[in-house]
């Protein structure tokens, strides 16, 4: 039996994982990334300090804690020592006790970026509206054998230089090809002489991480793996082309870190109260008009990577009751359960998807065909005819008002899975335990 908790993500990002992960976090040994890169923003607001993160796990902000990035993760060298700068800043210590990197970690170079934005372009009206980090480019990188991995900092400068070179033959005629795209051709003595510098930042850090994540695995010391990005994002799984470049699931989290599915003791899948996605493809339950607007507005669901205001849109248990099987998921943490009282206060009605129509049929799975029918699953509702208000001081769930633990009911019933954390306000002392 092993100690290891998973938090995954139920539908398209963003519903607040670094709630789980913070509380998950308390009594663990080692937190760890493993797949993703800084394409994620974990938002974590703790004794009112907001501190928003895109690599390093969010187990940071605890003492004594040993916080990874595994090799599944695609690192951007600028961003990693940015948010080391802005933690120090913050009082929060950066050190090799509390913090490592492994060597196997691709990292995530200035023209992946470019590569990022230039696909994107060519891609015209069927762009994914990626984050724009580079995270595709990255990953088709490494999957193509010519990436370069955060090992390779510690190389000198002149066999750096060669892999670089190796990497951007096909790049630099790409550029070179693509009128406005000219001056992102790489020079790559350049680029490997600045990676040089840059490596000084960061080469206390580089290691092997198998061997601090299998001595914790030994010991039977609790380990959590912080989940980026979610189910419907997934290469394998999700609303593929608009997904994401790698697998958000609960397997790929675990595989990226390097620990075989015995040693995982829970999964925990985290959702809103309501649905959000950046970026595009099918969002059934959306709103694309003033009701999306308002829950926008309440839920605040602007990116914290890259501020676009976040597609909104009704629960939708179709797709939370699917992530139970493929993540695994044991409990649920519930964002939002405010702002959703809130939503029902303004329209006297709250919606939850627990089915859809398609064609002709009732049926409880996401379609994968949808481009071949052409059709578009109708959204089937439960409604609730009341919102509620949620007093700050709120400690239990009996102190909950009764619609919300209807709501609250509601959502276990139809996903199948129990509800372990319930989010209401920003703050993780907004939080009810169960
Ligand atoms: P990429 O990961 O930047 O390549 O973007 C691919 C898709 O995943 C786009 O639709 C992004 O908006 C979405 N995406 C990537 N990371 C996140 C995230 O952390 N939250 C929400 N959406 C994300």
């Given at each position: 039996?092993?100690?290891?908790?998973?938090?995954?993500?139920?539908?398209?990002?963003?519903?607040?994982?670094?709630?789980?992960?913070?509380?998950?976090?308390?009594?663990?040994?080692?937190?760890?990334?493993?797949?993703?890169?800084?394409n994620?923003?974990?938002?974590?607001?703790?004794?009112?300090?907001?501190?928003?993160?895109?690599?390093?796990?969010?187990?940071?902000?605890?003492?004594?804690?040993?916080?990874?990035?595994?090799?599944?993760?695609?690192?951007?060298?600028?961003?990693?020592?940015?948010?080391?700068?802005?933690?120090?800043?913050?009082?929060?210590?950066?050190?090799?006790?509390?913090?490592?990197?492994?060597?196997?970690?691709?990292l995530?170079?200035?023209?992946?970026?470019?590569?990022?934005?230039?696909?994107?372009?060519?891609?015209?009206?069927?762009?994914?509206?990626?984050?724009?980090k580079?995270?595709?480019?990255a990953?088709?990188?490494?999957?193509?054998?010519?990436?370069?991995?955060?090992?390779?900092?510690?190389?000198?400068?002149?066999?750096?230089?060669?892999?670089?070179?190796?990497?951007?033959?096909t790049?630099?005629?790409?550029?070179?090809?693509?009128?406005g795209?000219e001056?992102?051709?790489?020079?790559?003595?350049?680029?490997?002489?600045?990676l040089?510098?840059k490596?000084?930042?960061?080469?206390?850090?580089?290691?092997?991480?198998?061997?601090?994540?299998q001595?914790?695995?030994?010991?039977?010391?609790?380990?959590?793996?912080?989940g980026?990005?979610?189910?419907?994002?997934?290469?394998?799984?999700?609303?593929?082309?608009?997904?994401?470049?790698s697998?958000?699931?609960?397997?790929?989290?675990?595989?990226?870190?390097?620990?075989?599915?015995?040693?995982?003791?829970?999964?925990?899948?985290?959702?809103?109260?309501?649905c959000?996605?950046?970026?595009?493809?099918?969002?059934?339950?959306?709103?694309?008009?003033?009701?999306?607007?308002?829950i926008?507005?309440?839920?605040?669901?602007?990116?914290?990577?890259?501020?676009?205001?976040?597609?909104?849109g009704?629960?939708?248990?179709?797709?939370?009751?699917?992530?139970?099987?493929t993540?695994?998921?044991?409990?649920?943490?519930?964002?939002?359960?405010?702002t959703?009282?809130?939503?029902?206060?303004?329209?006297?009605?709250?919606?939850?998807?627990?089915?859809?129509?398609?064609?002709?049929?009732?049926?409880?799975?996401?379609?994968?065909d949808?481009?071949?029918?052409g059709?578009?699953?109708?959204?089937?509702?439960i409604?609730?005819?009341?919102?509620?208000?949620?007093?700050?001081?709120?400690?239990?769930?009996?102190?909950?008002?009764?619609?919300?633990k209807?709501?609250?009911?509601?959502?276990?019933?139809?996903?199948?899975?129990?509800?372990?954390?319930?989010?209401?306000?920003?703050?993780?002392?907004?939080?009810?335990?169960?």
């Amino acid at each position: 039996m092993g100690n290891v908790t998973v938090i995954v993500g139920c539908h398209w990002g963003d519903e607040g994982k670094g709630r789980a992960a913070f509380f998950e976090s308390q009594d663990a040994h080692m937190i760890v990334r493993s797949t993703g890169g800084n394409n994620a923003g974990h938002t974590i607001v703790y004794k009112g300090k907001k501190y928003a993160l895109h690599l390093i796990p969010s187990g940071i902000i605890h003492k004594g804690k040993m916080n990874v990035i595994a090799p599944g993760v695609v690192v951007d060298p600028d961003v990693l020592i940015k948010e080391m700068e802005t933690l120090e800043k913050d009082g929060i210590k950066v050190t090799k006790r509390n913090f490592a990197v492994s060597g196997r970690a691709h990292l995530i170079m200035p023209y992946h970026r470019d590569l990022d934005r230039l696909k994107e372009e060519l891609k015209g009206n069927s762009k994914v509206g990626t984050t724009g980090k580079g995270i595709g480019p990255a990953y088709s990188d490494k999957a193509d054998r010519i990436g370069i991995r955060l090992y390779d900092l510690l190389l000198p400068q002149k066999k750096l230089q060669e892999k670089i070179e190796l990497a951007i033959k096909t790049h630099n005629q790409l550029f070179k090809a693509n009128e406005g795209f000219e001056n992102c051709v790489v020079d790559s003595k350049e680029l490997a002489k600045e990676l040089k510098q840059k490596a000084h930042k960061l080469k206390r850090f580089i290691c092997n991480t198998d061997d601090l994540i299998q001595n914790a695995i030994r010991k039977d010391e609790k380990i959590v793996i912080e989940g980026a990005q979610a189910y419907r994002l997934d290469i394998d799984h999700g609303d593929y082309p608009m997904v994401t470049s790698s697998s958000p699931n609960t397997s790929g989290a675990i595989s990226g870190a390097g620990i075989g599915p015995k040693y995982v003791n829970k999964t925990i899948g985290v959702t809103k109260a309501y649905c959000s996605r950046v970026g595009n493809g099918p969002f059934i339950t959306e709103q694309d008009n003033e009701i999306g607007d308002l829950i926008r507005e309440l839920g605040g669901e602007y990116g914290t990577t890259t501020k676009r205001p976040r597609r909104c849109g009704w629960l939708d248990c179709v797709v939370l009751r699917m992530a139970k099987i493929t993540m695994g998921i044991d409990e649920l943490c519930l964002n939002h359960l405010d702002t959703i009282g809130k939503i029902g206060n303004e329209l006297g009605k709250i919606y939850i998807c627990y089915a859809y129509k398609y064609n002709g049929e009732v049926i409880e799975y996401f379609p994968d065909d949808i481009e071949i029918t052409g059709e578009i699953p109708k959204p089937l509702y439960i409604s609730l005819d009341t919102g509620w208000d949620i007093p700050k001081d709120c400690k239990t769930y009996e102190d909950l008002p009764a619609k919300a633990k209807e709501f609250i009911g509601l959502v276990e019933e139809i996903s199948e899975i129990p509800i372990k954390y319930i989010g209401f306000g920003a703050d993780n002392k907004y939080t009810i335990v169960l």
